[in-house]
């Protein structure tokens, strides 16, 4: 059981680069979630999933995409990479939603030169 | 929109210490969960407390639901405490939205 996994954990992209993460949970899930972490500025939820096939915004949407085709993977893409995204991206997953228990991916590094 | 502001945002303690750690939110909530990001960057949960009192070895959490706060307590410091301590909230439309952080450093 390996619980929340992301793909990759690192990665350095030049700005205009275009990228996809990949988030993945075998706990059998209904809820997704994308988070971005900055230096002093906790972590900010990007974008949500309620279960397969939907997808809703966060706090700091713009810039991303996403999509749930499969319940258990939940992707984050950057289309045009700019130095702004340059952060530490979670993904997290929980069985029902905001009420309950939330688990966390080992996060991926992102740096836009 | 929805805020969630923790204090102190930073604390030095010697170890074998206590603290508490405060979490304010601005609305009713569903849920609310603290965090534990240790020096590697994991993210563990700790409590899972809409309301009232839990207890888990030297750490303890209140949530006042109707006074919009719930406290960490850590008891007896010790220096794997370090790291920063998040609180989490949720909302109606399954939102879960984080605090700024309590970044705590046990001293040797």
């Known amino acids: 059981n390996a619980g929340v996994t992301q793909t990759p954990k690192f990665r350095v992209l030049k700005t205009g680069q275009s990228m996809t993460l990949l988030c993945a949970q075998d706990?059998?899930?209904?809820?997704m979630y994308w988070y971005r972490q900055d230096p002093g500025m906790g972590l900010r939820l990007i974008h949500y999933s309620v279960g397969e096939g939907t997808t809703a915004k966060g706090e700091v949407p713009d810039g991303y995409n996403v999509s749930r085709l499969k319940k258990q993977n939940f992707l984050l893409g950057l289309e045009s990479a700019a130095p702004s995204q340059t952060s530490v991206y979670f993904c997290a997953s929980t069985l029902g939603g905001g009420i309950d228990t939330q688990y966390f991916g080992p996060g991926t590094r992102l740096t836009v030169l | 929109g929805i805020q969630v502001e923790q204090s102190p945002p930073d604390l030095i303690l010697q170890e074998g210490a206590n603290s508490t750690l405060r979490c304010n939110f601005s609305?009713?909530?569903?849920?609310l969960q603290w965090f534990h990001q240790n020096p590697w960057g994991q993210l563990i949960n700790l409590f899972y407390?809409?309301?009232g009192t839990k207890q888990n070895g030297r750490l303890s959490a209140t949530t006042v639901a109707t006074e919009r706060y719930s406290l960490l307590y850590i008891s007896s410091s010790q220096t794997t405490d370090s790291g920063v301590y998040f609180c989490?909230?949720?909302?109606?439309?399954?939102?879960?939205?984080f605090g700024k952080g309590t970044r705590l450093h046990i001293l040797p």
């Open positions: 989490a909230v949720s909302y109606w439309d399954d939102k879960i939205i």
């Open positions: 706990m059998n899930h209904e809820y």
């Open positions: 609305d009713s909530v569903n849920n």
């Open positions: 407390i809409p309301s």
